[in-house]
């Protein structure tokens, strides 16, 4: 019972939200028909590649007809039975010998990239090559006269957390030398996908026994052993627990390039400047606004002396200016947040990304956080979180993080398990902007009294700004006083007061006294709609 236990506080108490399914119909019944039922023969001592012979139902029919075939030649003594029965046997023996010899003649060579955009397609070309045995005797030419026929072959792509795999079996039906095959993907949803295995099946040429080479995916295809992440797997010691890693490919979420109109109703005032959000010296414009005194160093310039000042004093005081810029911002994803359907989550992630790209272009360095936290501890984590490449943060780590994330949903049989909210700080100088499913309280429109809102688009999303004091009471790491403490305080949420961003709030907070957790920027329910935030 004490193990049981133990097994299950290592669980994650995250479930996916979104159950993913094979969309294409006859991608699925392909891959229904493809699969081999039968006997299945291993042979051990070939360890690369691997050999295995399947011998379905026919087989053992056509078997079974030869050994009537002989018994009743015995039995009556007729030639003619026993050559019927040679016949068959021959040809029992032939449909295993011939598509062996094919199948050790072929090799494949299949190059996958590592890099993708989801609802794109693919064209995965794949070589094979042929190798006589013909041509190790000085027989070559004798090998355009035994060709290889009707081989297939299938490439197991499959996206993590999922068994259906993304490429349909390519048919090769005639090979003398080598021959190019192009194997097309559906339209690619986001996510890490793996290349399982590289199998090469023949039953040329009557279709009594199927012979299966495997391809180790080994540094044959993958050229692993040179990234960077072997590097560091070797200082840990993963590759001591591990012989061999499959290649994979990364699908990375779409983005689409933002004019940032939305970054002039943002405040920017002194280090918010998005100038001095980034880590190298960017020269910034002046301002008129005087941000302190400091005394005279050789170099400054003499018109920017205080002079009422210097006199009270007594030395020579320069005026220090506030630089004006578009402000600063960080993006934050609750995985949590209770999303409608599959389209809205991936137009918030696209969101994300182009915002995130809009700041990197910018000059600064915005920071992603994400709801789980990635502090969590690990047996908690969601499983794609624990598979995070080993590269230094910026624009590339939060690339590969929106590549894997998905809605979440806390499981209610875990227990009183808390989502554990990312630590953001409570400086509200650099805004904190966070992409939220729409809901009906959230629209302009809604009434208060009576709490009637027309219907919300279902794939809309609503661009906020979030206030960082009233997201840092949520954490269960500030104490229940101190969450109410900050509820009673009105936080202050980095909007010019002007702006249009004033022109929405929830409703509900409102009437209850407390201040909203941010504004509404903007609205979309579409990825074109994208550029013109």
Known sequence: MLNLLKEYSK?????????????????????????????????????????????????????AVTVSLYIFGS???????????SAALSTLVLGIVIPLIQVIESDIFFHLPRESVSK????????????SFLSRFGLGFLARYFPVKWLLVKIKLVRLGEKENMLRPVMIEHLL???????????????????????????????????????PLTSEFTDYSLSLNAAYDSKIGVTDRTEARALQMVVFPRSNNIEGNFLYRLRAAGDSALFFSSARPIAALSSSSVRSL?????????????????????????????????????????????????????????????LLQLGFKLGGSPE??????????????????????????????????????????????????????PRVGELDTMALLCPR?????????????????????????????????LLEADSHRISSDAAEEALSIKAPIPLHAMGSGDRRQSAVDHRKGKTPPGRVLSSLTEFEELPHI
């Open 120 to 131: 794109e397609r693919l064209n995965l070309r794949v070589q094979v090559k042929r190798k």
């Open 75 to 85: 039995v009556s003594g007729n030639d003619w039975v026993y050559l019927l029965t």
């Open 177 to 215: 030398n080598e021959a190019w095959v192009v194997a097309q993907t559906p339209k690619l949803r986001r996510g890490v996908y793996n290349l399982e295995s590289i199998e090469v099946f023949s039953c040329y040429p009557f279709g009594l026994a199927w012979w299966v080479k495997n391809y």
């Open 294 to 354: 400091r005394e005279f160093h050789t170099g400054d310039s003499p018109r920017l002396i205080h002079w009422p000042t210097s006199a009270k004093v007594g030395k020579l005081m320069i005026r220090e200016f506030e630089s004006e810029g578009l402000p600063g911002f960080d993006v934050l994803l609750d995985l949590t947040s209770d999303w409608q359907n599959e389209e809205q989550f991936e137009l918030a992630i696209s969101i994300s990304l182009s």
């Open 368 to 421: 992603l956080y994400i709801t789980p936290s990635v502090d969590e501890d690990i047996e908690l984590l969601p499983t794609f979180l624990t598979d995070l490449p080993a590269i230094a943060p910026g624009i590339g780590w939060a690339a590969q993080i929106l590549a894997r994330v998905e809605a979440l949903v806390v499981d209610p049989d875990y227990g009183d398990y808390q989502v554990k909210v």
């Open 437 to 469: 499913p729409a809901t009906a309280k959230d629209n302009e429109d809604f009434d208060e009294e009576n709490e009637e809102a027309p219907p919300v688009d279902p794939k809309q999303v609503d661009l906020w700004v979030m206030s960082r004091a």
């Open 11 to 63: 669980k994650s108490p995250f479930q996916s939200r979104f159950q993913s399914q094979l969309e294409d119909p006859k991608l699925r019944a392909a891959q229904e028909d493809s699969k081999l039922n039968g006997v299945t023969i291993d042979l051990p001592f070939l360890r690369e590649p691997k050999l295995k012979l399947v011998l379905e139902e026919r087989f053992f029919v056509a078997l």
